[in-house]
């Protein structure tokens, strides 16, 4: 079983357009991330949920929306997708806020063109 | 912010020599945390380091939390080909929610 499941694993659309990425983790963890990393692979905090509770928002633009249905997902929204944001997006999961033991997902490149 | 700065950025090395990368931060952080990144994957965790001078072992890996509590390092003894991957260190300061990453060292290990 896989701890933390990203969906979908590629993604390639057109600037413009809005699209979803979606987490599951199976671990009962309490707070889920979001990470994105960039071309030079360095990895940078977007967002944390605690129990569906939104914690941490970095500088990251509105047109990123994190949804949290309950403790166990948290999709990622992106509106009118630029060529800047063309990056791998990590989900990642903590058994509660300030746990260091993060499991990540595999990732999901998304390239915009 | 809290700032990571990682070195080497990359390495390459023969099979059967000895690696060494470290980690320097701008704040004194109470953990560091060491990952590796395969190819497609996400980072997966190796060593944990809660408290200053701690060294831990993971097999041929060896981290240690550094006295100062702005450094660790990463060691990894008779390097095997799957030993290849970017390798992370992450920490956390107590004023800070989340960890911070640095910017990684990426391996290769020539046969």
């Known amino acids: 079983d896989t701890a933390v499941s990203q969906t979908p694993k590629y993604l390639v659309t057109q600037m413009g357009n809005d699209k979803s990425i979606k987490c599951e983790q199976n671990?009962?963890?309490?707070?889920m991330y979001w990470y994105k990393q960039d071309s030079k692979k360095f990895l940078k905090i977007m967002f944390s949920?605690?129990?569906?509770?939104?914690?941490i928002n970095e500088t990251v633009p509105n047109r990123f929306s994190p949804k949290s249905p309950d403790k166990a997902h948290l999709n990622l929204h992106i509106n009118s997708l630029e060529l800047g944001d063309s990056a791998v997006y990590f989900c990642?999961?903590?058994?509660?806020?300030?746990?260091?033991?993060?499991?990540f997902g595999s990732g999901t490149r998304l390239t915009v063109v | 912010g809290q700032q990571l700065n990682q070195s080497p950025q990359s390495m390459f090395i023969q099979e059967g020599e000895d690696v060494s990368m470290n980690c320097t931060s701008s704040?004194?952080?109470?953990?560091w945390l060491w990952y590796k990144q395969d190819p497609g994957e996400g980072p997966v965790l190796l060593i944990a380091?809660?408290?200053?001078?701690e060294l831990t072992s993971n097999g041929r890996l060896t981290a240690q939390f550094g006295i100062t509590r702005k450094d660790s390092f990463l060691n990894i003894s008779a390097s095997i080909p799957s030993d290849v991957g970017i390798y992370f260190c992450?920490?956390?300061?107590?004023?800070?929610?989340?960890?911070?990453f640095g910017s990684g060292t990426q391996l290769t290990v020539l046969p």
């Open positions: 704040s004194i952080f109470n953990t």
């Open positions: 990642a999961s903590s058994r509660r806020d300030r746990d260091y033991g993060y499991t």
């Open positions: 992450a920490g956390r300061s107590n004023s800070a929610r989340q960890l911070t």
């Open positions: 380091l809660y408290k200053a001078g």
């Open positions: 671990l009962g963890h309490d707070t």
């Open positions: 949920y605690n129990n569906k509770e939104l914690i």
